[in-house]
């Protein structure tokens, strides 16, 4: 799995040994093809030569890829994809570097193209400067066209560009929002100017544009002058029963038939439900795989626990449950997320079902000569996103963007979601961006972290998970897989990739020198998850075999005496000149650091923000650096 998979196929353009230089390594992240002249030799076999002229060259590849990358004058760019731009919601991204990889500009199709986003993650990659002219970034808002994208909603008809203009002029916008998640209304700035719902407007305020957010399809004036848009979140699922061989194009016929009859939209449909018998009914599936919709089938023993408004005696005896369509929508609409992926839910008694009435159109019976269907809508409070969820597991290091790797840089960046302490969250604010879903919490509130980003990766975002240092050392990453192995994960959805990152050992360790040149190990004092007599023998063991140890954790207001008994078991074992170093917020701006000795260490202010590193019986302190010999002079001894 890449980071830049969303943007597939990607060609980079270059024209000189220079550029060449710089986007050959970025190819090999981004998994982009680099074109080069014939002039230039080829590099491996993700370089190719184009012939004749590069404008030429552009027209063949154009259609075959969704971005492109330049390191090129912006100027020339331009030029050259002029003739080949058609329509922002179909043309590639466009990006251009310059020749000293410094600056990453986002071209065309900023929004749609995706131009914008991956220019943000090549600037992450590159450690460069990302240059975005679009009003919505610099306003910290999200796209209004792709405001629904990452909730699976479906794009309706009206003037986009007059609504963008409206928000990029920082004009009132009212959105009327009936359906869908309303997560990205929690997460606008303060500052905005987005107006929601019906209430009374103040005296001589209106609004300059509307965002309609339905399963409702509204029909606006031609020829208004008032901007409009509508997005579809997929939160209709529809109930079905039809006769055995029930054609795939009279069931598509009828479904748009209701449809239009209670103006609900055909793209806020999430999937089909209907009962288990109907598993293998052609029509059904060939219609649910042309619109890519989920098939959901439930026994007749759960559809016959739902109340339904027109029960029916006949096809109870027919198939045992008193209801298909009602029944099944109605079920699907409320059980969805946890019944994907399976065809049946079992059987057994289901008397006591709770199930929320959401229909909205009771069954329609709707009829040919051979062939009849019985259809029945119900909504969802829930949108069906139609994607994997992924979860990033951020190691962030100590807490400067300067010590962020580039990989997890771009994973913070891609992901839809970010959820973390506070603290590390106000440390990478520079690597979010606009329309994203901020998550804080405590820090107590480890596990609900942990529950909370595979319940919006298990719903389809993709879900960044910060910790500090390493996200493997005392970080989430472990916690978020005991928690999804409780909730029976497949190993496979959602999908794990682990971003790893500087700990606090090795951040101290840089700062004072190289104190971890032989056998090391870390053992937290915080006796909230270990229990203490663990860590004392843990603690005994570290200074008897004569380990390199750094403590974490040491002490907090209510934990004062750990620390102390620690000291204790170290004296026992160690020289009380044993080198100490004490380092508090490693490369952040309050850092601190003290060297000591294992005697007089606690003379000095330590606490949960210090990392104390306690050297073994070789290492030594030289003109303010901590050094542990790694045993090289003592093998040319022996010589």
Same mark, same amino acid.
């Given at each position: 799995m890449s980071l830049f998979d969303a943007f597939q196929p990607i060609a980079a353009i270059a024209t000189t040994p220079q550029a060449t230089q710089l986007l050959y390594p970025l190819c090999q992240s981004l998994g982009a093809t680099l074109y080069i002249p014939e002039t230039l030799p080829l590099i491996d076999t993700t370089t190719c030569h184009y012939q004749g002229s590069l404008k030429a060259h552009l027209a063949t590849i154009w259609r075959n890829n969704r971005a492109f990358v330049f390191c090129l004058a912006t100027g020339a760019v331009t030029r050259l994809i002029a003739p080949l731009l058609n329509d922002k919601s179909s043309d590639p991204a466009i990006i251009v570097i310059d020749p000293t990889g410094q600056y990453v500009i986002s071209l065309c199709s900023g929004h749609q193209g995706g131009a914008d986003r991956l220019t943000q993650l090549i600037a992450h990659h590159l450690n460069a400067t990302s240059i975005i002219t679009g009003a919505s970034h610099h306003l910290h808002l999200p796209a209004i066209d792709l405001l629904g994208l990452a909730f699976g909603w479906r794009k309706g008809p009206g003037d986009w560009t007059g609504v963008s203009h409206a928000i990029a002029s920082q004009k009132m916008v009212q959105v009327i929002q009936e359906a869908g998640s309303r997560l990205w209304q929690e997460n606008l700035p303060q500052n905005h100017h987005f107006y929601f719902g019906y209430p009374e407007i103040e005296e001589n305020v209106t609004p300059e544009g509307r965002i309609w957010i339905s399963a409702t399809k509204r029909r606006f004036a031609e020829g208004s002058t008032f901007p409009k848009v509508q997005w579809y979140p997929r939160v209709l699922w529809v109930g079905l029963g039809c006769i055995r061989g029930t054609s795939q194009r009279f069931i598509a016929s009828a479904i748009k038939e209701v449809c239009q009859k209670y103006h609900l939209a055909e793209d806020a449909i999430a999937g089909i439900a209907t009962i288990d018998i109907k598993a293998d009914e052609v029509g059904i599936i060939k219609y649910c795989q042309e619109k890519e919709y989920p098939l959901l089938t439930y026994s007749a023993d759960i559809l016959n626990s739902i109340n339904v408004p027109n029960p029916s005696v006949v096809v109870k005896e027919e198939v045992g449950t008193s209801s298909v369509a009602e029944a099944a929508a109605i079920y699907g609409a409320n059980y969805w997320f946890s019944s994907q992926g399976n065809r049946e839910q079992g059987t057994g008694n289901r008397e006591h079902i709770q199930v929320k009435q959401s229909l909205l159109v009771t069954k329609q019976i709707i009829k040919s000569e051979n062939e009849a269907v019985t259809i029945a809508i119900a909504q969802s409070e829930l949108e069906y996103t139609g994607r994997q969820g992924k979860i990033y597991l951020v190691g962030t290091g100590p807490g400067i963007l300067e010590q962020i790797t580039p990989a997890a840089k771009t994973g913070i960046n891609q992901a839809d979601a970010i959820i973390g302490y506070s603290l590390y #969250?106000?440390?990478?604010?520079?690597?979010?961006?606009?329309?994203?879903? =901020?998550?804080?919490?405590?820090?107590?509130?480890?596990?609900?972290?942990?529950? /909370?980003? =595979?319940? #919006?990766?298990?719903?389809? #975002?993709?879900?960044?998970? =910060?910790?500090?240092?390493?996200?493997? =050392?005392?970080?989430?990453?472990?916690?978020?897989?005991?928690?999804? /192995?409780?909730n029976n994960w497949d190993g496979k959805n959602p999908s794990i990739e682990v971003f790893p990152g500087i700990t606090a050992l090795q951040a101290v360790a840089a700062r004072v020198g190289t104190p971890l040149m032989h056998d090391f190990c870390a053992i937290s004092l915080s006796d909230l998850l270990t229990p203490w007599e663990v860590i004392t023998k843990r603690l005994t063991a570290a200074s008897m075999g004569d380990f390199v140890t750094a403590l974490y954790n040491p002490r907090s207001q209510t934990r004062q005496s750990q620390i102390v008994e620690a000291q204790t078991i170290f004296l026992d074992y160690r020289n009380p000149n044993t080198p100490v170093a004490l380092v508090r917020c490693a490369y952040r701006q309050d850092e601190s650091i003290i060297l000591t000795n294992l005697k007089e260490m606690l003379n000095h202010n330590i606490d949960m923000l210090t990392t104390v590193l306690i050297g073994n019986s070789s290492t030594f302190l030289h003109e303010n650096w901590m050094v542990t010999p790694r045993g090289y002079n003592r093998v040319e001894e022996q010589k």
């Open positions: #969250l106000d440390l990478i604010k520079p690597l979010q961006r606009s329309g994203q879903i =901020i998550e804080s919490l405590p820090i107590t509130k480890e596990k609900e972290r942990a529950q /909370k980003a =595979i319940e #919006l990766a298990q719903w389809g #975002l993709s879900v960044a998970v =910060i910790s500090s240092g390493d996200c493997g =050392i005392y970080g989430m990453a472990g916690l978020v897989l005991e928690e999804l /192995k409780n």
